[in-house]
């Protein structure tokens, strides 16, 4: 019989994780799980970097979850994804396969990997109404006042830092508990549960990683991003949905509104691109601190030599 385990392969953006975790699927028969809290939305594809023809492997088409299943203008959080994790991950068992997580979006990777309980928080008009007259830097002073913030998108936009002081606020009012991880990610949503987790990190060094960023927003520019985010818009997008997405979306739209110039957009959304995989690679250097084991593999060297450093990690 298989062993039973929940393999994750995780990485800053341009690292090559995709082609790893798509390597792996094909060693071990098994489907990739997407953990990228983008791609989950139908119609945006180049600026999320979906790239689906990368889920094949010398003509074996590899089975990929969790991606085109929201319409775009939607709000996707983690706490549908670890119900849709889970779904995916259960119907990827029952088939006999060896559930593949793979991506970049660190708090989808941790909530999974430690089975975090994550309590709905509700909405609180009161508060919302309270807080609507305030200025950006006040509302962002309130939420810094509970603790670090780990993510910075949610101050990006007046509705997500309102919202992520309401579960702040919630959470200190000891109604239910903050996120509980109940040992070695044994448990999961609703009380499902995954086998033992290998997580094996794709490590780039930092030279690298930003010339293949620069080279691959070049490549997106060329091929049609600008675009996308037009027809995102002509089918009803709006600006602020945009800016909410953050990253390619947001300096686009702003590209698109006249705001910025097509050169001043393409440099600070490089600057952006840069600076969120330096967060990323901050957060998974967290997951280690709080506990969790990630095998870091060298994303320079070869296929060949990579699947050997897999091999002494985790028997194929």
């Known amino acids: 019989m298989k062993e039973e385990r929940l393999l994750v392969v995780l990485g800053p953006t341009a690292s090559g994780k995709t082609r790893m975790a798509v390597r792996l699927a094909a060693q071990t028969d098994g489907e990739i799980i997407s953990a990228d809290s983008r791609q989950v939305y139908r119609g945006m594809d180049i600026g999320t970097g979906k790239d689906l023809a990368d889920y094949e492997f010398e003509g074996q088409k590899i089975p990929h979850h969790l991606i085109d299943i929201v319409a775009a203008g939607e709000r996707y959080n ?28 660190g708090m989808y990777i941790e909530a999974v990997c430690r089975g975090f309980d ?13 807080y609507e007259a305030l200025s950006q830097p006040d509302l962002i002073a309130i939420l810094q006042s509970y603790g670090p913030l780990h993510n ?24 239910p508990p903050a996120p509980t991880a109940h040992g070695g990610g044994a448990h999961g949503w609703g009380g499902a549960r995954t086998a033992p987790t290998v997580i094996i990190g794709i490590d780039l060094p930092v030279e690298q990683r930003r010339a293949r960023i620069d080279r691959r927003l070049e490549d997106r520019l ?31 739209a702003l590209y698109l509104t006249g705001v910025l110039s097509y050169e001043e957009m393409k440099r600070q959304l490089q ?19 709080r506990g969790l084991k990630i095998h870091w593999v060298d994303a320079l060297h070869d296929d060949g030599e990579i699947l050997d450093e897999l091999e002494k990690i985790v028997p194929l």
């Open 78 to 105: 983690v706490y549908r994804y670890l119900h849709d994790f889970f779904e995916a991950y259960g119907a990827i068992k029952a088939r006999g396969k060896t559930p593949i997580l793979c991506g970049g979006s």
């Open 118 to 130: 994550m309590p709905q928080v509700p909405e609180n008009s009161a508060l919302r109404k309270k």
């Open 152 to 175: 910075t998108t949610d101050t990006q936009n007046r509705k997500r830092l309102i919202r992520a002081i309401e579960i702040a606020q919630y959470r200190k009012g000891g109604a």
């Open 222 to 252: 060329q091929n049609g991003m600008v675009e996308e985010a037009q027809r995102l818009i002509k089918e009803g997008l709006t600006v602020e949905d945009m800016i909410y997405y953050g990253l390619e979306y947001k300096y686009l």
């Open 271 to 289: 600057i952006a691109i840069h600076q969120f995989a330096k967060r990323q690679m901050t957060w998974f250097r967290g997951m280690e601190r």
